[in-house]
DNA sequence: GTTAGCACTCAAGCGAATCGAGTGCTAACC
DNA sequence: GGTTAGCACTCGATTCGCTTGAGTGCTAAC
């Protein structure tokens, strides 16, 4: 027995009733909502294939049926309907996205934020990332008597920054004169890098070693690390809403997974370079995400850097529609870290 | 009517149970549990009293009684036993924190996380906030051909960061220079003073004036909205596992107040200086939160900037482990903002 | 003032009965 | 052969009544 036509329509209708309602839905209630004119007998003998072949579930006995992964897949891989892209809400909100970015971490936070709202789903948002982010400029701002706060402006436009005690008394200007040393010497490198090339440095400059150790114990500390990228999440009280979280311990442990935020962003990072990943259920790979479903989109900023925007939700997940918003929102984000710079004018 | 010693002891012992079971208690469970030498019927007719004056509530007739809000208030206030201080769990946690900090936000995300790992509530923490802050140093760094980043140190330690654009081509030399005049002239100046500095500086110093003029709408459009401050929220999660949240509607609305940061911090922050408050259920003034209580505990930093902890739980709160809790985490964060500067040797 | 005793209340737990949505199967129909 | 009407059957969900037991309030005796 393989699928037909008719078998894939009716397939699509269960699914699109499903994810409406949420509840199993039986032969009786496509044969009627959707006319196809059939018999709701009919309907029950191409369901019980659909089960045969993997694409239904029956939860019990005398209830309706409800899609598998399979069926999802095969659903968000050909019969979706595309949807009309355009929303008007979205269209509102995104407009009053722009003109109002300040910092990176503002932005990822409002994105996560808005996209949560328009689907109903939580939403994740990944800053960009790349290999590892080059060194431009090392600057040493004094903050006070005895400690000054290391400004590390690297290609993918993130900072750290941090306070380095200073041996005695340092003027500006020589902190000045390190800083341009230091940006000649270190520019182009990667942290790593950088760690090798200090202590040669420490070696000709007598008379700032004691700086330069502090300063090398800085980079030496965050080089594994590339601090820590802050994850946006907006909308985890959202999946409450929804039926498949009534079940209270259900909804606690996805709640702590929410809250680990380091695991969830190597849950939504993915591995591949794909542009658009849509994972069902187990698919994810992620035990407590087995009814759980993920789709991602990515953005990129100026200088090539991918980030990741993504959005948790129920199996029954309206597929399309999350995928238009992410398409939209990632081409926002896009001209956001592309088309100016990341300021106001 | 008044309460008298015995009345008291009565009433600690029901809030004790309760705190403990989260169950309401009934008179043979005091009678037979905390050995008061009287029998179930003394009990009885002792809590009717308290109920009388407002200390106890019953669900219903033929249940045990639960403390009021009123009982909550006279047993932080007075007939708490403020407990073991020390906790072994806490010493080994606090150990682990210290000698790991890097970045200000990184520091307050870490403390909320612990002390919801300690409470089993949720944990909130405000960064160190003063009434306006005061720029200390004001840095251009160059960024690539025409962008630089525009750094300030104010005396909070908070730096704010993004990048404006360059008019023309501009070396770092140059960008040194300007940084200093700008330094010397706004130094000790609040954002908003500084916006009416700057026009002045405009005219005297022709040759920048493109670059300036970019600067001053930096800081007019910061001036207001002190860089949203920083929310860190650790162990939301945990307030499902309480019967109080067995509801999903009360626990989505919960999470969802949860969420809107900007709110939640204007709740956490209080009006007082108070060193420590305990606002419990209604007095926390939030519609949302009429069964939840709120403990609060501040630190201050080196420059006495004053940020606040909080934790947050069912008004059956152990608030003498909460309250020792947050005073050892506060003594924690003061030791790490002031003691030392916050960074590595 | 304290306590024993007793009648009373009421949520919670349990099981039987009922309901109804939905299936699978068979036989008739086109 | 595919489609449909009809019917018996299944099983979760709901309802109802009953029982249980924790807990109270009151009264009378100590």
């Keep these: 027995m393989e699928m037909d036509d008719r078998k894939m329509k009716i397939l699509q209708a269960i699914i699109d009733d499903y994810i409406l309602t949420g509840v199993p839905v039986g032969s009786r209630t496509i044969s009627k909502k959707y006319d196809m004119g059939l018999s709701s007998a009919t309907i029950r003998n191409e369901m019980s294939d659909l089960e045969e072949l993997g694409y239904l579930d029956q939860p019990h006995v005398s209830a309706g049926r409800i899609p598998s992964a399979k069926a999802y897949r095969l659903y968000v891989d050909s019969l979706m309907k595309t949807g009309r892209i355009r929303d008007d809400s979205l269209e509102t ?39 590892q982010p080059r060194m431009q400029t090392v600057q040493l701002v004094p903050v006070s008597r005895d400690a000054a706060l290391v400004v590390i402006v690297t290609d993918t436009g993130i900072v750290r920054d941090s306070t380095i005690r200073l041996p005695g008394d340092m003027d500006s200007d ?13 520019r182009g490198h990667t942290l790593a890098e950088a760690c090798e090339i200090l202590p040669g440095m420490i070696q000709r400059m007598r008379e700032n070693q004691e700086l330069l150790q502090g300063l090398y114990g800085f980079l030496n500390e965050r080089k594994e690390s590339p601090s820590r990228p802050h994850v946006a999440i907006g ?14 311990e259900k909804a606690r442990t996805f709640l702590s997974l929410m809250e680990t935020r380091d695991k969830l ?39 090539g850097q991918q980030g990741t925007i993504g959005v948790i939700g129920p199996t029954r997940m309206q597929y399309s529609r999350v995928m238009s918003i992410l398409n939209i929102m990632g081409h926002q984000l896009t001209d956001l870290f592309s088309g100016g710079d990341d300021s106001n004018e």
């Design 174 to 186: 020589t902190l000045y004169a390190i800083s341009r040393a230091l940006t000649e010497e270190l």
């Design 235 to 248: 909308g985890t009280s959202n999946m409450l809403s929804y039926p498949e979280y009534s079940d209270v």
């Design 93 to 131: 909100v995104s407009r009053h996205f722009t003109g109002r970015v300040h910092q990176m971490e503002d932005v990822i936070d409002h994105a996560a934020s808005v996209i949560s709202a328009l689907t109903r789903y939580t939403a994740v948002v990944l800053p960009p990332k790349g290999k």
């Design 265 to 303: 962003a190597s849950i939504i990072a993915g591995d591949g370079e794909m542009a658009f990943t849509v994972r069902i259920g187990p698919e994810t790979g992620v035990p407590e995400m087995v009814d759980c479903s993920i789709v991602t989109a990515t953005y990129s900023t100026r200088s």
